[in-house]
């Protein structure tokens, strides 16, 4: 399923963090027409997933979803995805970069480069939501305390954007439990004035990794038996420069090694 948005914030420097607000929004949220209720409780979500420091600090990312690798510098741009034997090697600020199959240069490789770069912003986004509920381009709204599929109450906060991503028409609720601030459940819309959601999931599994929390779990509320897992997460502060010039697949169970 296409996901909507990896939004455009993440080409800015990171933003210093104020002494008098421990996670200020990204260049570009839409504080004024957001909900201040919603705002509060994206903020205690971004504390229970590790901090605004430990996401800013956070350097280098990986994970497999739909059976693709992606490995992304998330301080330089660069970023790394894999299916089969295609290789992209892409800088997401700049759009620039390379693509391989079987170890050999493609050219043109417009297309690819594409393709890798829209993967960053889909597969990006379902990794990364809870982190980026003030983001540029994003209005936080509050629907009030809804139960979520596991009978337990959740905190209803609604996402829409503008002039962000590559499907700004998109929409979300995000349900972020009361008990634990996490982000637990979400319903996708294609059009943001949708009455019904094109699909929900739960977000399951949380575990910390290198200080920040990630859900490896996704599964669809309406077909329990559709489970979405996203693998070979994981946080590091160093890789080696091969990771982002090495034209042949790499093993994502091994990176860091």
């Known amino acids: 399923m296409k996901s909507s948005i990896f939004l455009v914030l993440l080409l800015f420097p990171v933003l210093a963090l104020a002494q008098d607000d421990p996670n200020p929004p990204m260049e570009g949220f839409n504080i004024e027409a957001s909900d201040s209720r919603a705002i509060e409780i ?18 280098y990312l990986s994970w497999t979803l739909f059976g693709q690798d ?38 043109p490789s417009e297309e690819l480069l594409a393709i890798a770069y829209r993967n960053w912003i889909n597969a990006g986004y379902w990794l990364m939501l809870p982190f980026k509920l003030k983001d540029s ?25 503008e002039n962000v ?3 700004p028409g998109n929409g979300y609720d995000v349900y972020v439990s009361t008990e634990r601030n996490l982000v637990e459940q979400w319903s996708f819309y294609a059009r943001a004035d949708s009455e019904e959601p094109n699909f929900i999931r739960t977000w399951e599994g949380y575990k910390s990794y290198g200080g920040i929390m990630l859900a490896d779990t996704r599964v669809d509320v309406t077909d329990p038996s559709n489970v979405r897992t996203l693998n070979n997460l994981g946080v590091y502060s160093e890789l080696s420069d091969s990771v982002f010039e090495n034209p042949n697949r790499i093993n994502l169970s091994t990176l860091g090694e």
């Not at 209005?139 to 906060?157: F, I, Q, R, W």
């Open 42 to 59: 994206a903020d205690l979500v971004m504390a229970s997933m590790g901090g605004r420091q430990a996401w800013d600090q956070t350097r």
């Open 70 to 107: 992606h490995v992304w510098d998330k301080w330089t741009g660069m970023f790394r995805w894999q299916n089969d034997s295609t290789v992209v090697l892409v800088n997401i600020h700049t759009r620039e970069g390379q693509a391989f199959i079987h170890g050999d240069e493609v050219q």
């Open 137 to 161: 381009g994003v209005t936080l709204g509050y629907k009030g305390e809804e139960m979520m599929s596991n009978g337990e109450k959740a905190h209803v906060l609604t996402l829409q954007f």
């Open 165 to 167: 991503g590559l499907t």
